[in-house]
């Protein structure tokens, strides 16, 4: 058995399940799963220098013989909980058919071993790096990076007070769209070049309550549940962002008529554009805000009015917004007896720079290794990485998804069955060692 799928084998076996109640994490499977990739990779235990977070999130640092464009390759190892419906153990390194099944295959030790196996062969070779290099290996993404003990935090707070600037992050999070989605004439791999912002919000009125036989105007539900109907009817505006407009650019020479012409000028065309995206839920989500009613609570009991009626509203905030901005929509909307309050929000992250060839190193490295990707755009990211954190350290953030069996597999992810294709691995660890051909060597 190869060293690479051994080691993920072993990691696979660990249930580094990460709980928001902290006190649920048990620190010896944490330990354990350390343990397991250092008696595989010896090497970068022993050259790197290592900082620990949190008790369980590392930064490992390879010194190269420059330190002006070090690089940086991000994963967490922990995972989320499984159901008891799986076919394979969700936590044994399951091989079957070419495939190794496990919690955490694709999300994401898969990719976090792609990075060690590369590294370590690197380190074997004994050549030298001409740039620093980092791993990033955190514990907590899964369960809301974005609390105090945020492992990813913690790192780019200690780069930053360190003086460092990454030249080059790459975390997870790319994706693939059918070429249908684009009306162009080739498969979309998409790397993530920002974030949304995200919070969630609570709309609650206050009421005394009482017996349902004698009901009052008005329940407390009301007013909530009306602006949860208010905003669901009354989409945010659609803006056509940077991180859209360079995606359409790219796509315009695989196009067609007319959408290669929208496409190689977006802004002139924005109104069509913005019809064909709000067809479609999934671009539509990349040119607006989107606030959805999750959750909702009143009364415990059939007949009796609820003293409080609350809904939860998740919001994803695009990159021309801020929460103040959505806040100051729903205040103008709300009904007069509704408080609306949230615990914290993240802010959209600022979009990766793409006009000075980075992205295009890692897009050509991408093509490289699959050469039927010949459409690789940068976008937007809907959905929330560690990665965010380093926008304050780096002009250039990606997201990418080394393995193109993700886009068949994608399912998976944080379900049943969780599987990683091993020639689509084997694939990932020849992105990452071409990855630091072309950045550290």
């Given at each position: 058995?190869?060293?690479s799928?051994?080691?993920l084998?072993?990691i696979l076996?660990y ?5 928001s ?9 944490f ?7 250092s ?5 970068i235990?022993?050259?790197?220098q ?18 002006d464009?070090p690089?940086a390759l991000?994963g967490?190892?922990?995972?989320v909980p ?5 076919s394979v153990?969700?936590?044994?390194g399951h ?5 190794i099944y496990?919690?955490g295959a694709l999300d ?5 071993i792609?990075?060690?196996?590369s590294?370590?062969?690197?380190l074997?070779?004994n050549t ?5 290099l980092?791993?990033m290996?955190?514990h ?5 990076s ?10 780019m707070?200690?780069?930053?007070n ?7 992050v790459?975390?997870?999070g790319g ?6 989605h684009?009306h162009?004439s080739?498969d979309i791999h ?7 912002g995200?919070m969630?919000?609570?709309a609650m009125?206050?009421d005394a309550?009482?017996h ?9 539900l009301?007013?909530?549940m009306?602006?949860?109907?208010y905003?669901?009817t ?5 803006y056509?962002?940077?991180?859209v407009?360079?995606?359409l650019?790219r ?9 290669s012409?929208y496409?190689t ?7 069509f554009?913005f019809?064909s995206f709000l067809k479609?839920?999934k671009?539509?989500a990349h040119?607006r805000?989107?606030?959805v009613?999750?959750m ?8 009796v ?7 939860n ?5 695009a990159p ?16 007069s ?7 914290f ?6 979009i ?6 980075v992205f295009?190193?890692v897009s050509s490295t991408?093509?490289?290794?699959y050469?039927?990707?010949k459409?690789v755009?940068p976008a ?5 990485t560690?990665a965010?954190y380093?926008?304050?350290?780096s002009d250039h ?6 393995f193109d069996s ?6 998976t ?8 294709s091993?020639?689509s ?6 992105f990452f ?8 060597l």
């Amino acid at each position: 058995m190869k060293r690479s799928v051994s080691a993920l084998k072993a990691i696979l076996s660990y249930p580094t399940i990460s709980y928001s109640n902290r006190s649920l994490m048990d620190d010896a499977i944490f330990e354990g799963c350390v343990n397991a990739l250092s008696s595989h990779y010896p090497l970068i235990f022993s050259h790197a220098q290592i900082f620990t977070f949190h008790k369980h999130t590392y930064l490992f640092h390879l010194k190269g013989k420059y330190s002006d464009k070090p690089l940086a390759l991000m994963g967490h190892y922990d995972v989320v909980p499984v159901s008891k419906t799986w076919s394979v153990p969700p936590f044994e390194g399951h091989i079957q058919d070419n495939y190794i099944y496990g919690r955490g295959a694709l999300d994401m030790k898969g990719h976090l071993i792609a990075v060690f196996e590369s590294v370590e062969q690197l380190l074997e070779s004994n050549t030298p790096l001409l740039q620093d290099l980092y791993i990033m290996m955190g514990h907590n993404e899964e369960t809301g990076s974005d609390e105090h003990d945020s492992g990813a935090e913690a790192m780019m707070m200690h780069l930053k007070n360190q003086g460092v600037h990454l030249h080059c992050v790459i975390d997870e999070g790319g994706d693939f769209l059918d070429q249908k989605h684009l009306h162009v004439s080739e498969d979309i791999h998409v790397i993530g070049i920002g974030e949304k912002g995200y919070m969630d919000i609570i709309a609650m009125v206050n009421d005394a309550g009482g017996h349902s036989s004698t009901p009052p105007n008005q329940s407390a539900l009301v007013e909530p549940m009306q602006l949860g109907v208010y905003v669901e009817t009354h989409k945010f505006k659609p803006y056509l962002n940077p991180a859209v407009k360079e995606m359409l650019k790219r796509c315009a020479p695989f196009a067609s008529f007319p959408y290669s012409l929208y496409y190689t000028f977006p802004t002139l065309f924005k109104p069509f554009i913005f019809q064909s995206f709000l067809k479609d839920r999934k671009l539509a989500a990349h040119i607006r805000t989107t606030a959805v009613t999750t959750m909702s609570g009143g009364s415990s009991s059939m007949n009796v009015l609820p003293q409080q009626g609350w809904i939860n509203l998740n919001v994803r905030i695009a990159p021309h917004q801020s929460s103040q901005d959505v806040f100051q929509t729903l205040n103008q909307h709300k009904g007069s007896r509704v408080v609306l309050k949230s615990d914290f929000a993240n802010e959209p992250t600022k979009i990766s720079i793409l006009n000075d060839g980075v992205f295009d190193m890692v897009s050509s490295t991408l093509k490289k290794v699959y050469p039927h990707m010949k459409l690789v755009v940068p976008a937007l990211m809907i959905a929330a990485t560690d990665a965010r954190y380093m926008h304050d350290i780096s002009d250039h953030v990606f997201r990418v998804c080394p393995f193109d069996s993700m886009k068949e597999d994608k399912h998976t992810v944080h379900a049943d069955d969780e599987r990683l294709s091993l020639t689509s691995f084997e694939k990932g660890i020849d992105f990452f060692s071409q990855l630091l051909s072309a950045f550290v060597l």
